[in-house]
């Protein structure tokens, strides 16, 4: 068993004390910190970015630190004053966090992140059909909802512009829109009935489904979106600065040749929920900015 095998089954408490430590950014200036949004169940993240730490750490020759946190605006605050120089990223946390460090990189997305859709989930009692256009979702009015994080992309920015296409307004639906926190919890409260629908990542919810986590016969697809631009790894502009000519390009093709063969790269792209990472840009988030700005969401 290779070091980074056993690795790939622990917490980040090991990954932090064979990296140095999980302390402030300012403690050790060769200590690269990465972080990353909690869009997921806990137990799954540390066993991903941990791993993830690990495979900088080898190609960077660094120590790497995964900084975990406990809500997505803690993952844009830590890049924008420096604690952490990578981070995985939704799409509009990753614009949040460019409009506060100019000069930041969207330098990664999996195979999957280009054309990235939502899914608006109903509870089984709540009297809600599936439907095959977005003018559907008018149906949702007078029924309770969720979201999933306030800054979402897949759980809150996108399915709420396209229910303002739909001329779906907030105000339509039954009290207050949620917010569970996370995709997982999004299914759970429909699931259970704390909510009768709620909006959530397509990717975690077939992974979920395929994993028999979910009961089918209590929670069921209402419709899936249009594509959009989401999840990327973003990169601070003085990461080369910081820790030395080349190591954003050491980052980047460690990422980029990832291989399906090989048993350890297949299961960190298993984690990830892609077949590979390919280059992104920070254009292709201009429609997610927009979006983000007519809803009040970016200042």
Not at 120 to 133: E, H, M, P, Q, W
Not at 166 to 185: M, N, Q
Not at 200 to 205: G, I, K, L, R, S
Not at 252 to 270: M, Y
């Amino acid at each position: 068993m290779t070091r980074r095998t056993f690795l790939l089954g622990t917490g980040g408490t090991l990954v932090l004390s064979a990296c140095g430590g999980g302390g402030g950014g300012g403690s050790d200036a060769r200590q690269l910190g990465i972080s990353a949004i909690p869009d997921q169940d806990p137990e799954l993240l540390n066993r991903l970015y941990p791993a993830v730490a690990e495979r900088f750490a080898d190609a960077t020759g660094l120590r790497v630190a995964y900084r975990p946190v406990t809500d997505y605006t803690a993952v844009v605050r830590a890049f924008e004053i420096g604690e952490i120089h990578l981070a995985w990223m939704g799409g509009l946390t990753g614009v949040q966090a460019r409009v506060r460090v100019p000069g930041a990189t969207a330098i990664a997305q999996r195979d999957i992140d280009a054309d990235f859709h939502s899914v608006f989930i109903a509870g089984a009692d709540s009297g809600l059909r599936a439907f095959d256009t977005i003018d559907g979702l008018r149906s949702l009015a007078g029924h309770t909802f969720t979201f999933g994080s306030e800054t979402s992309t897949s759980g809150r920015l996108m399915p709420q512009f396209f229910m303002r296409e739909a001329a779906l307004e907030l105000s339509d639906l039954r009290g207050t829109p949620g917010f569970s926190g996370s995709h997982d919890a999004t299914i759970e409260a429909v699931a259970t009935g704390s909510f009768e629908a709620g909006a959530v990542n397509e990717q975690v919810w077939k992974a979920s489904a395929a994993a028999g986590e979910i009961d089918l016969s209590g929670v069921r697809e209402l419709w899936r979106t249009p594509g959009y631009a989401d999840y990327h790894w973003l990169a601070r502009p003085d990461l080369d600065e910081t820790f030395g000519a080349g190591t954003g390009r050491k980052v980047l093709g460690l990422l980029l040749n990832l291989d399906p063969r090989d048993s350890e790269d297949a299961e960190i792209l298993r984690l990830f929920g892609a077949r590979s990472f390919v280059r992104a840009q920070n254009s292709a988030y201009d429609r997610i900015e927009d979006v983000a700005r007519d809803l009040g969401l970016l200042k």
